[in-house]
């Protein structure tokens, strides 16, 4: 008779307790990233998009707490520019990524392109290639809390 554990591949691996920041910072924008594409995605096929999040709301008949899944409204990275350009800036938090030496912005040629321009930033992103000003954002969001 076999045993069920002998047919697994085991191993001695431990589960990092802290990550770190510069892996969660970049996760972080990741995650708005990718809503960003989704909201794009939709916004090109001509749908609404808006995720849902669990948010704890007071019930006006019982007066209890009680959490409900609800839809989100997320703002778009896309503009319109003077000129009719689009324009697509990433942010981190409140703040605007420098993503080169003076400029802030990403110029779409077609409002239809947004999502494949924020294919190349999630890459680029998740090459670490943006690890600095992640850490020059963070640094000014953190200096606003400060008293």
């Known amino acids: 008779m076999t045993r069920l554990l002998e047919t697994l591949k085991l191993t001695s691996a ?3 307790r802290a990550i770190p920041d510069v892996i969660r910072r ?3 924008l ?6 960003q594409r989704d909201l794009a995605l ?3 096929e001509g749908r609404n998009y808006a995720p849902m999040r669990l948010r704890t709301v007071l019930d006006k008949d019982t007066e209890r ?3 409900r ?3 989100v409204r997320i703002k778009p990275c896309w503009w319109t520019g003077e000129k009719g350009e689009t324009l ?3 942010n981190y938090g409140s703040k605007i990524l420098e993503l080169s030496k003076g400029k802030t912005a990403v110029e779409v040629g077609n409002a239809k392109d947004i999502a494949s321009v924020l294919d190349v930033i999630i ?3 998740q090459n670490a290639e943006l690890d600095a000003q992640i850490a020059a954002a963070s640094v000014k969001l953190r200096d606003g809390f400060k008293r």
């Open 14 to 16: 431990r589960k990092q």
């Open 26 to 28: 970049r996760n972080k």
């Open 30 to 35: 990741l995650k708005k990233l990718t809503e």
């Open 42 to 44: 939709a916004h090109s």
């Open 65 to 67: 707490r009680i959490v």
């Open 69 to 71: 899944e609800m839809p």
């Open 88 to 90: 697509l800036a990433v």
């Open 123 to 125: 890459s680029a992103v």
